[in-house]
């Protein structure tokens, strides 16, 4: 592969990060600074901005420590980045580099929030927002919550009474509140597994003829 090529690659995987980063914190911002935490707008009947804040994993999982959380979250964005350069650096298709480039783009964009949230704004209980109060934030460095707000309740309705154990209750799919970092990671994926699952495979088993599989 000629520098030219890389290059292209290289500024290719930047462009896509800068964008999306930029798209996902503005939009952060904007429903941080705008809204109370618990409140919505109804955009369409199927879909909502509902401002939560999740202190765990995507779409509101948690399994560890906070602190833990977010080294651990420090930790896989820069093997990410390192994978990332490594790709563009060797014979791989640009579509492969996009989709790992999503996928970094989320995860840094959700560690923004974890690291420095905490710092720069404070609570958002009954109150909007304010960045960088001169009261302080809410909570030490790495200790922020990540801002979540796309809420798609495509169908909401009560579960039949025969239905076992769940009859009569309430049934929303989708349920979970997500925000643009999460989903430029499951499109990042969804894309790698669909169209890449080969590249992928060569990749993790560090084969050097792995762009040779698929075309440019």
Known sequence: MNEQTRATKAWGAAAIILLLLFLDQAFKIWVKTHMTLGESITI??????????????AFGMEFFNKLVLSVFRIVAVVGIGYYLVQLIRKEY??????????IFAGALGNIIDSVFYGV?????????????????????LLHGKVVDMLYFPLIE???PAWVPIFGGQEFVFFRPIFNLADSSICVGVFLLLIFHSRTLSFSLSKKPSSSKDEKE
């Not at 298709?93 to 999503?102: K, L, N, S, T």
């Not at 704004?121 to 302080?136: D, E, I």
Request: glycine share 10%.
């Open 157 to 159: 309705t009560t579960l």
């Open 93 to 102: 298709p640009m579509g492969y580099i996009v989709c790992i480039a999503m």
């Open 120 to 140: 720069i704004f404070n609570h958002s209980y009954g109150q909007v927002a304010t960045l960088m109060p001169a009261s302080g934030g809410y909570a030490p």
């Open 44 to 57: 369409f009947p199927w879909f909502q901005l509902y401002f939560t804040e999740n202190p765990g994993m």
